[in-house]
């Protein structure tokens, strides 16, 4: 008799919607958060019918070149930098992500973040802390308003435009810039207007970035883009590291050339540019843009909707729902323990 076919999954998630998986699969879950390192995600992949990984788990064709069982890859996150889809694919591998259900909380906290440094709240906040608030200033802590700035916004997927809808209530124009505009009924939703990339960075009082990390985006936003921006303005960035050059960007702040930023994602991390560090005038944050109970547990069901999906069980069965390289299983047929 063949037996159950089994599943890995990386780090903690939540019980009760990973015991789902259980009628039909073999479940292997990580009791704590850790990074593997290459050797050790082959090991684990090999024998695995399904994994279910995070961001910090760096899958390729070294990985994967005995995991000769693994059928899909399903990745707890919208961005999948974390894994090379062309070699999955070549592989025979699906892959999917978490599209779509974390949209309206990484646009809070974008929000969050944006209104926080404006008003230097952050800053504020340690200097209370460290007990040196003595007496009100009337000029103490001058922040800026965001009312009736301009909003930019690079990269205008599904998350730029839940965050562009919530500009109408601060009475803030938006601009944005995307390989391609929008459809017009989309732009009219989110009342945006199209613009070249030097214009955005040029007429933006506060820049969002929301692109995926790609070969073609990392340093979208350099020494060279940072000069184009206004002293006064804002930049926040609640996509990836890697899209800011961090060393650029605390030269920028330094030196008065950009007025602060709010950072939830770094080069490197979990390592931060030292520089940073030092800087009153940044916002930082630990990647938790998406971080709501909510919004993680709708990230887990989604994945485990996808592992479902691919062995023909749950409400999507055959037809995994968030599947980045469809072709793999158009050419491989439904999938089958073996």
Known sequence: MIGKPRVWISRPTFPDIVARLEPHFEVTAEPEERKFSPTELAARLSG???????????????????????????NLAVGYDNLDLDALSAAGI???????????????????????????????????????????EFKGWLGMDVRGRTLGILGMGRIGQAIARRAGGFGMPVLYHNRSPLPEAEERACKARYV???????????????LPLTAQTRHAIGAAELAQ????????NVARGGIVDDAALVAALREQR????ALDVFEGEPAVHPGLLELDNVLLSPHIASASHETRRAMTALAVDNVLA????????????TILNPHVLASAGPATHH
């Open 229 to 236: 921006m206004k002293p006064t303005a804002v930049l926040v």
């Open 310 to 321: 691919l062995f023909g069980h749950g409400p999507h069965a055959g037809r995994p729902p």
């Open 48 to 74: 695995q019918d399904a994994v279910i990984v995070g961001l910090k788990d760096h899958l390729g064709a070294a990985e994967v070149a005995h995991a000769t069982r693994l059928r899909i890859v399903a």
């Open 94 to 136: 699906a892959v999917s992500n978490t599209a779509d259900v974390l949209n309206e909380s990484v646009a809070d906290y974008a929000w969050a973040m944006m209104l926080g440094v404006a008003r230097r709240m952050n800053a504020a906040e340690r200097w209370l802390r460290a007990g040196h608030w003595h007496a009100t």
């Open 196 to 210: 070249d990339k030097a214009r955005l960075l040029h007429e933006s009082d506060f820049l969002m970035l929301v």
């Open 258 to 261: 950009l007025a602060a930023a």
